[in-house]
Structures are given as C-alpha cells and as structure tokens.
C-alpha cells in the first residue's frame, strides 16, 4: 500500500516525521511518501492556503496513491476543505483517507462525496507518550483492516468529530448525513460553558437529531473557570441529549490522546 501524508493545517514536525518513517521501514508492508508541502511554515499554517490545497489534490489524484493520512490536526483544513472537494477525479473517491480533529472538516466532506474515510491516528501522534502505539494501530487499519484497532463498542453506522469542527461544519457544504448513525464526539482545551454552549448548538441541528445516538469520548485539557461550572462534560452531554431527545449511547474510546481508537465513517442503509 502506498500512503501519501499531506498536512491540510498545521506544519509536521521533522522528528515526527522521521520516526513514522522508521516505523513504516520496520514493519516492511506498505511505503509511505510525505509530501514536502508537510513542512512548510505560514503563520499557523503549513504553507499558504493556496500550497495546501494544491499538495492535498495532488496527492487525491495520483492513482499510484491507495490513501491518504492527514499529517496532524490544528486548524486549517476548513478554509480548503470545499475546493479540495470540487469536482473530485476517480481516483480521489477510490483511495481511504484518515485523521481526526481539525482534519473532521475533509473527512466530513469526502465522506459525503463517496470516499472512504475513517477517524484515526495521525502522523504527528507519534510524539505523545506511547505515540508508537497510536502509529501502529492506523497503520493496522490502514493496510490489513485489522479490526482490533476499532473503537471497540462499535455496532453498526457510526462518525467520529471533534465537538468543536462538529458544531462548526453544520449547516455547511460539509455535513454529512447522520441519520440513524452513532455519533462519537470528544473535545480538547476548552470552557466547560463552551462545552455547554457547543452542545446547545450541536444537538439543536435537525440533522443531528436524526441520529442514533450520541457517545462521549475523552474531553480533556479543560480551563479553568471562575466561578467552577458546576457540572462535567458527561453531566453536560447527558442534558442536550436529554433535552434535544437524541439517545445518549455512554461513552467512547476516542480522544487527543495515544489511546485513540479508529472508526471508519460509514451511512445507514435506507
């Protein structure tokens, strides 16, 4: 299998880099090519706007690439997420595409364009505490389909998002269809009231609504309020579900962290 990385938002760190590069080497069973566009510097950015989309493309049509791995999250993605999608070639639609957070934005859209696409390590992992392991676990499922690298509760259609790229995707170009699936969220470095707020938001949408259920990953890094919120994000979660009449499923093995698990975007069958 020949993966391609391209980076949609934030620069990939050149250790990060190396070290995924090793691993490929040793376990010998697929190649990996990281477009130079990975390390280029804009402000926030890996490259202007205009060298992201154009690595991104380059990459979703070369037929000689079987899939494409999001370098790392941030933020980016959106401001050429419906471009990027525009007219997509053959060969775009028959490769699979992986990452999560920031790169939701793109995996939203090109499952709705037809892809495969799946929420899961990035390369960028490698560099958090027993990052090693979250590489391994999307190359598993990259190149053998290996289900022990799944979110383990899995039953059936199911997305994966960031709450924050969530909230912010609906209504766009990119919302997909979220009809009867299992939607898994979870969220990094916010407010607890931003959390609440998101959640007024998200679960107010009339296509959320139409989903299954709604399951909580890890919601970590939380900043500090004054005064205390007064509640958690499970208890937050529990209460727009409950108010908003979608089933809350528990909770999720997904997160900004090593221990995240994949899960292959797929629709409910009419």
Same mark, same amino acid.
């Given at each position: 299998?020949?993966?391609?990385?391209?980076?949609?938002s934030?620069?990939?760190?050149?250790?990060?880099a190396?070290?995924?590069?090793?691993?490929?080497?040793?376990?010998?069973?697929?190649?990996?090519?990281? @477009?130079?566009q990975?390390?280029?510097?804009?402000?926030?950015?890996?490259?202007?706007?205009?060298?992201?989309?154009?690595?991104?493309?380059?990459?979703?049509?070369?037929?000689?690439?079987?899939?494409?791995?999001?370098?790392?999250g941030?933020?980016?993605?959106n401001?050429?997420?419906?471009?990027?999608?525009?007219d997509?070639?053959e060969?775009?639609?028959?490769?699979?595409?992986?990452?999560y957070?920031d790169?939701?934005?793109l995996?939203?859209?090109?499952?709705?364009?037809?892809?495969e696409?799946a929420?899961?390590?990035?390369?960028q992992?490698?560099?958090?505490?027993?990052?090693?392991?979250?590489?391994?676990?999307a190359?598993?499922?990259?190149?053998?389909?290996?289900?022990?690298?799944?979110?383990?509760?899995?039953?059936?259609?199911?997305?994966?998002?960031?709450?924050?790229?969530?909230?912010?995707?609906?209504?766009?170009?990119?919302?997909?269809?979220?009809?009867?699936?299992?939607?898994?969220?979870e969220?990094?470095?916010e407010?607890?009231?931003?959390?609440?707020?998101?959640?007024? @938001?998200?679960?107010s949408?009339?296509?959320?609504?139409?989903?299954?259920?709604i399951?909580?990953g890890?919601v970590?890094d939380?900043?500090?309020?004054?005064?205390?919120?007064?509640?958690d994000?499970?208890?937050?979660v529990?209460?727009?579900?409950?108010?908003?009449?979608i089933?809350?499923?528990?909770?999720?093995?997904?997160?900004?962290?090593?221990?995240n698990?994949?899960?292959?975007?797929?629709?409910?069958?009419?």
């Amino acid at each position: 299998m020949r993966i391609a990385v391209v980076a949609p938002s934030c620069t990939l760190k050149r250790e990060a880099a190396e070290a995924v590069q090793g691993i490929i080497a040793e376990r010998g069973d697929s190649e990996l090519v990281i @477009h130079p566009q990975c390390f280029l510097s804009d402000g926030h950015f890996a490259g202007p706007d205009s060298a992201r989309l154009a690595a991104l493309r380059e990459v979703m049509n070369d037929p000689a690439v079987d899939a494409v791995w999001f370098a790392r999250g941030g933020y980016g993605s959106n401001r050429i997420a419906e471009a990027a999608l525009a007219d997509l070639p053959e060969a775009a639609l028959a490769k699979t595409y992986m990452g999560y957070s920031d790169a939701g934005f793109l995996l939203a859209g090109l499952h709705k364009a037809g892809a495969e696409v799946a929420w899961g390590p990035m390369p960028q992992d490698v560099v958090r505490s027993d990052g090693e392991g979250a590489i391994r676990r999307a190359l598993d499922w990259l190149v053998r389909r290996d289900p022990s690298a799944l979110e383990p509760q899995l039953d059936g259609p199911a997305m994966a998002f960031n709450l924050t790229v969530l909230s912010n995707l609906l209504g766009t170009p990119l919302e997909p269809d979220f009809a009867r699936v299992d939607l898994l969220i979870e969220d990094i470095g916010e407010h607890l009231y931003r959390t609440d707020r998101t959640m007024f @938001h998200v679960t107010s949408s009339a296509a959320v609504r139409k989903a299954r259920q709604i399951r909580l990953g890890r919601v970590v890094d939380i900043l500090p309020n004054d005064p205390d919120f007064g509640s958690d994000a499970v208890a937050i979660v529990e209460d727009w579900c409950r108010r908003s009449g979608i089933r809350y499923g528990g909770r999720a093995d997904i997160g900004h962290d090593a221990a995240n698990r994949v899960v292959p975007f797929a629709t409910a069958s009419i």
